[in-house]
């Protein structure tokens, strides 16, 4: 089965917005076994909408439009819809209600006909003999229509709406099209390049068929998605099983998860927790960074209570206790003041284990000896501090995004070792 | 003169990579005064590229084409384009010998024809008669090919590559086609609901015809740009002036800057940097995105040299001096502890300006009084401590998020005062 993108909306065209939901709308087809050859961005413009989505429909089984549903004029992706298929626009009743009981309950004791624009009922229009799905995030609904074996799915523009949608509805749609479960598992691993990964595992990657093995880029971790069709769900777990057993095999302890939503800063979290541990952090180059990802975990109190960010060499001194002919001798950027800020932060905050960071970010401040992207990451944990070096390609921004994912992997394997 | 973008890759298409640069290359192109309808992602297909570029020719007058043009088999962008212009693809002395000179500093002294493989060659092949635009950041050159007032310009799909090949040599290219300049400025504004700015000023957008003012989606900020076309910079400078001038009139402060790289933490580091103080951050639910976007700015030592991540309430008192009444009768997240925790953070740093953040992200620890969304910024500058409460919408992420631009922008406010 051949699907295909149409993202409507003239801010695309503009530049004015980047275009994730093609992005999200790629994967989630892949995920499903479906094959996707165009993606396609076209503003609200009814003649160029209906051009594209003609030869669209002819090439593929299954078109996917997303934006051009509010209630505004600019909004005709509906209207086009049903025009390029021949069908009406009818009043959708749970729809008309829907958007009743909403001004109702806004404008309480006004008549109706006072407060809803003619804007405002377009909204409720369906194409005659689609399918309704309900939007739990805002005012559009999305539609499916069928006619000759094709079918054309109309979803909202904003991400907020259209994921949710997406996966309530469309997912089990496009399954039950499809015969077939796609059964898959997110392998993700830091701590090895992206190359030196994929060339590791070549030569699965060169006999997949089912399950298929995708590598996905991210800054400073590799994903491997492993996905089997299968009848079952059972059935694709047995399929997916091996695979990712033998990938364990070949990376070991550089795999920190294998669950879809599960991010480095939670797993660390889990391990302190496991092992009933806190963490106290102090940081420089990253000024903050990393302890921002810690607490994006939801419930961190507990395990994560107080962090330092000390950008200056007083504050080195005056809260971790780093001492000052270590900062003359070796420099704030060494192997020496990383382990002095590990052990400080964890012995002011009475934290069980602590993590520091300390390098040179640029764009200036490098040298030759001491060039722009060299890191250290120290981190204590119980009794055990480890010290390593980096040195890292990429701008400031970049350089200080490495710093934290290698800082909170370097944590991860200390825990790891206890 | 209308444009039109391929994107060449199979791994946009399976959802691998987001396409940023549509995005960035839709904005350029509305920039230089460029129309652009259509923008096509396709896979690394011959037949499937082909039929593409030339239903795009047909109808745009330059079609830019991004992706393809590695050393692999799978990349074809080249090849095709030639197919489709009739064209053959010759030798390019330039590019050969870069290829010879890289490999003889790489493998030196093993002969050539041992370590260059017949892909490598294939880089230094041009289309016959077209412009090679040189690659700074990677080895594959780009290209414009023109035949019959049309024309087709090859682009290499990493971004770090194509962006500085994009702004060294085809906006020269765009510009000198359109006979005209495009002079622009960004208006930023921290403060104002996207809506609320767009309403403020909706009769200067609905008569606008040069220059135009565009709004710019951007989480918790709002942006319009202004662009003039014009015979030359000095008389498109004028063209603009009036219409920034109106904008300050009505946006007054809310402005923080009109240049097009300056974020608002430069914003705040260049005012600190003016009145001669320093800062230092107190963070609780932000844990630490706060000073993180602080470091962001090149050269902020000796303007922030320390911030407190105070998660625990233990944290804030022993760090921050935050009296334990307060937080037994007001909360952790209360107008009376933010107010502390600046007050405390200025104190033991002895920096001249804090600012410090207490709220709840969520998705736990909300009640009916104090819901998920309740933040509370202080800030301190100079003797004046300024406290304000935000009412946030959105997931942990988003409510952080805002909570770092709001604190900035407080800040921001407070050191204009002085």
Not at 196 to 220: C, F, V
Not at 382 to 399: A, D, H, M, P, Y
Request: aromatic share 6%; hydrophobic share 40%.
């Amino acid at each position: 089965m051949v699907v295909e993108l149409i993202s409507v909306g003239t801010e695309l065209l503009l530049g004015n917005i980047v275009n994730t939901n093609a992005n999200f709308l790629s994967q989630k087809c892949a995920e499903l076994g479906y094959s996707l050859y165009y993606q396609i961005t076209v503003g609200d413009n009814d003649g160029r909408l209906r051009e594209v989505l003609k030869s669209s429909m002819e090439r593929s089984d299954i078109v996917i439009l997303t934006g051009g549903l509010g209630p505004t004029q600019d909004d005709m992706t509906k209207e086009t819809v049903a025009k390029v298929f021949g069908k009406e626009l009818v009043m959708d009743e749970v729809s008309r209600e829907r958007i009743e009981g909403y001004f109702k309950f806004r404008f309480k004791g006004n008549p109706l006909d006072d407060v809803v624009t003619q804007n405002n009922w377009k909204q409720a229009l369906k194409i005659d003999g689609c399918m309704v799905l309900d939007n739990d995030n805002g005012t559009a609904p999305g539609y499916i229509v069928e006619e000759n074996g094709k079918a054309a799915i109309l979803l909202p523009g904003p991400p907020s709406e259209m994921i949710p949608m997406f996966e309530a509805h469309v997912i089990p749609y496009l399954q039950q099209k499809q015969n077939k479960v796609f059964i898959s598992s997110m392998v993700k691993i830091c701590g090895i390049g992206e190359s030196k990964a994929e060339t590791d595992i070549i030569d699965l990657i060169e006999k997949q068929t089912n399950p298929t093995i995708a590598p996905y880029a991210k800054s400073g971790e590799v994903h491997f998605r492993v996905t089997a069709a299968a009848d079952n769900e059972e059935e694709g777990k047995k399929l997916i099983a091996p695979v990712v057993d033998e990938l364990y095999q070949r990376f070991g302890n550089n795999i920190y998860s294998t669950e879809e939503g599960e991010t480095l800063e939670a797993v660390v979290a889990k391990l302190l927790r496991q092992k009933n541990l806190t963490v106290a952090t102090a940081e420089s180059c990253t000024g903050g960074l990393l302890s921002g990802r810690l607490v994006n975990v939801p419930g961190v109190s507990g395990l994560f209570n107080e962090g330092f960010i000390t950008y200056s060499n007083e504050a080195k001194m005056k809260y971790l206790g780093v001492k000052e002919e270590t900062l003359r001798k070796y420099g704030a950027v060494s192997e020496q003041t990383a382990r002095e800020m590990a052990l400080g932060a964890a012995a002011a905050s009475g934290a069980s284990a602590a993590i520091a960071v300390t390098g040179i970010a640029g764009p200036e401040g490098g040298t030759q000896e001491k060039p722009v992207g060299l890191v250290y990451i120290g981190c204590l944990v119980g009794s055990e501090v480890t010290v390593r070096e980096f040195r890292l390609k990429g701008n400031r921004q970049k350089i200080r995004e490495l710093s934290v994912i290698y800082g909170l992997d370097l944590l991860r394997r200390g825990l790891l070792k206890l």
